[in-house]
């Protein structure tokens, strides 16, 4: 009861003053009024059947159904089936999942022609879901409004996990891959369908993503080889590449599937995907998540069809959308996944660089990785840290760790990304992240002087997700200082402003150049005026590695 009244208040009083309704292709909705906000919301409406049954393991189908009457959008959908169930079923969580929801100014009609922001959760693709006090939208469409340029915000659940990334030669044959990919297509067929009854634009919807949303938007850029089919016009990415994520195949997903047809009694019969789809959902969920067999999760595959080829491959030969690209990372992107087992000597990071978390680097690979990150705490994650090691939290060696790790997965393939983008793509534009985030505490403190009961722990630094609350600007999540604040509306106008007119720049904001507009590359570095606000940079820190880590990026399947 305690965690269901915390949602609550933070989210908003929904408090009903006007009740809006909407008529969509299938029938009419009627949704919540903020008077505080001037807002219209319409939540959980389906933007496909349900997946449970029939539909189990198969691309989304669309909604079949019209209705008379008015239907109730006053609360999120179901989170889509993950192992979160404490944190992510507060709305439900099943199969009947396949949900929309929409934020928009009060007073708008089909003649008003907003941009969209489709908001895409990110959970390492295994959990997560768009009821999340974190993912309100309402203080970024309260923003565009202020600032003369308001947008219709939008947000989905999609299968996630082995529910929407379930391979094997029965999956692959059937052609019925890459689920929450295609779920993700489906939702966006749905805005074309129905946005502009909204007041929407559908010739403007910029795609939103963070970490694994982040993946999500990198991939919808290569989905059949950059083939947009009018869908989307611009990508926001925050924290994560096409190229961050694995893209195993049958000889690590086939004993996964095999093992989830034996424990469902389903090995005896010719076609045992479609034996899958006869299971009872309480019987078949946990066998889901105890089928993962070590390293990574489910995530999507090559199945040669929605993704036609390795991303950096698709990346290389430019067969990705050419359109205005906004991406970026936090200085401390590594923090976050660094191994949780003490790095201390050299003998352990070569160790776990070989064996570890399925890099795949060969010996010879591995010692150029240690030269090129050296045991010298001054240049290890997190940033600007100077000698202190950390070593509390991951060994002696735990900055160097982190160094690693965050440029394989995060730093490497947005460098590599943002070559290839502006290649193409003049209007690219790139950020580096670097104000540590507010995790609660003591709001009478001085800004980012409140240790470790009001900002996320030094070890941690500018760590992966720290970026969200500024972009969403929900004052719980910002935090209480006006730096804080003043770089959460910064960061919403330089978003929204991208979101029009695929330029984030406008007056009273930091100048924001295209990234190919230097030959190195240039960044936008985001932090408060406490710490000397923001400014360009060269896109040179640790090249090196950077570099060299791309080039063994095929080595981790991608």
Not at 31 to 49: M, N
Not at 256 to 263: E, P
Not at 268 to 275: E, N, S
Not at 311 to 334: C, K, V, W
Request: net charge negative; charged share 20%; with cysteine.
């Amino acid at each position: 009861m305690k965690k269901l009244l915390f949602h609550l208040l933070t989210w908003l009083p929904l408090v009903a003053h006007a009740v809006p309704t909407i008529d969509v292709l299938n029938g009419t909705y009627e949704g919540l009024h903020l008077p505080e906000f001037r807002q219209d919301l319409f939540l959980g409406i389906p933007y496909a059947q349900d997946t449970s049954g029939p539909n189990r393991f198969r691309v989304p189908q669309s909604l079949n159904e019209t209705w008379d009457g008015v239907r109730p959008a006053k609360q999120y959908g179901h989170a889509c089936p993950e192992e979160n169930v404490s944190s992510d079923s507060i709305y439900g969580m099943g199969e009947d999942c396949l949900s929309i929801n929409i934020v928009r100014p009060a007073g708008v009609d089909d003649s008003s022609n907003l941009p969209i922001m489709l908001w895409i959760h990110g959970g390492s693709y295994q959990v997560g879901t768009t009821g999340l006090p974190t993912y309100n939208l309402t203080f970024l469409v309260q923003r565009s409004v202020e600032i003369g340029m308001p947008v219709i915000g939008a947000s989905i659940n999609y299968r996630k996990g082995g529910w929407g990334m379930m391979y094997s030669r029965e999956i692959q044959g059937a052609g019925q891959t890459n689920l929450s990919l295609r779920d993700m297509r489906k939702a966006l067929a749905w805005i074309q369908e129905n946005l502009k009854a909204f007041g929407g634009d559908p010739e403007n919807v910029t795609i939103w993503g963070e970490s694994s949303g982040s993946f999500a938007v990198g991939q919808l850029l290569m989905t059949y080889g950059g083939r947009t089919d009018g869908l989307f016009h611009r990508s926001i990415q925050e924290s994560g590449s096409a190229a961050t994520a694995w893209y195993n195949g049958s000889d690590w997903y086939q004993p996964i599937y095999d093992k989830i047809v034996n424990q469902v009694n389903c090995s005896d019969v010719p076609d045992t995907l479609a034996c899958l789809r006869t299971v009872d959902y309480d019987t078949l969920y946990p066998f889901m998540a105890s089928s993962k067999v070590g390293g990574p999760g489910f995530y999507p595959t090559v199945d040669g069809d929605i993704i036609p080829n390795y991303p950096t491959e698709l990346l290389h030969s430019g067969r990705f959308a050419h359109i205005p690209h906004l991406y970026g990372t936090n200085s401390d992107e590594g923090t976050d996944n660094a191994p949780k087992g003490p790095i201390n000597t050299d003998a352990d990071l070569r160790d776990y660089l070989e064996n570890g978390a399925g890099f795949g680097f060969p010996a010879l690979a591995v010692e150029r990785i240690l030269e090129l990150y050296p045991d010298d705490p001054a240049q290890g994650i997190p940033l600007d840290t100077g000698a202190e090691r950390f070593a509390d939290a991951g060994g002696w060696q735990y900055k160097r760790a982190a160094a690693v790790v965050g440029d394989v997965f995060y730093h490497a393939p947005r460098l590599d990304d943002a070559r290839h983008y502006a290649r193409h793509s003049p209007d690219t534009y790139i950020y580096r992240f670097n104000t540590r985030g507010y995790v609660g505490g003591d709001s009478n403190v001085t800004e980012g002087g409140g240790g470790e009961r009001s900002l996320a722990p030094a070890y941690k630094g500018v760590a992966h997700y720290t970026e969200v609350a500024f972009v969403f600007g929900n004052p719980a999540y910002v935090g209480p200082w006006p730096g804080y604040r003043a770089l959460s509306e910064q960061m919403q106008d330089q978003w929204i402003r991208f979101a029009h007119r695929g330029n984030p720049n406008g007056e009273g904001l930091p100048a924001w150049p295209r990234y190919g507009d230097g030959d190195k590359g240039l960044n936008l570095v985001l932090q408060t005026q406490g710490q000397g606000g923001s400014y360009v940079e060269e896109d040179t820190y640790r090249l090196a590695g950077r570099e060299y880590l791309t080039q063994w990026a095929r080595r981790r399947h991608v």
